[in-house]
């Protein structure tokens, strides 16, 4: 059974790109240019990641996660928490309220 996305209480999530680059490319001493052509993506692909302009695909979470060691759900999650965050806030939450859960009853 999946795991429930834990989004932290007062703070937005840490983006997938923020993670990229402060986590990975930073400590490794890789430039975005460098790490594109090693991972095969153009520079601007991975620039927009990293500062937040782009999600993070599963062919993006693929590649980062065969260079860098990681799982692909890694980078796969950090995007959902993200993307869930973010959804949160913007939802209207009036009518988010009106919905109730549907009984067996009537969901036929």
Known sequence: MPREIRLPKYRPPTAPGE????????????????????????????????HGRRRVTPDTAMRLSLALRTTVQFWLNAQMATDLYEAQRAADSAALKKIKPISPSSAA
Not at 24 to 48: Q, V
């Open 19 to 50: 993670l990229l680059a402060q986590e990975f490319l930073e400590p490794l001493g890789l430039t975005l240019t460098a790490f594109a052509k090693h991972i095969g993506i153009g520079r601007d692909r991975l620039s927009e990641v990293v």
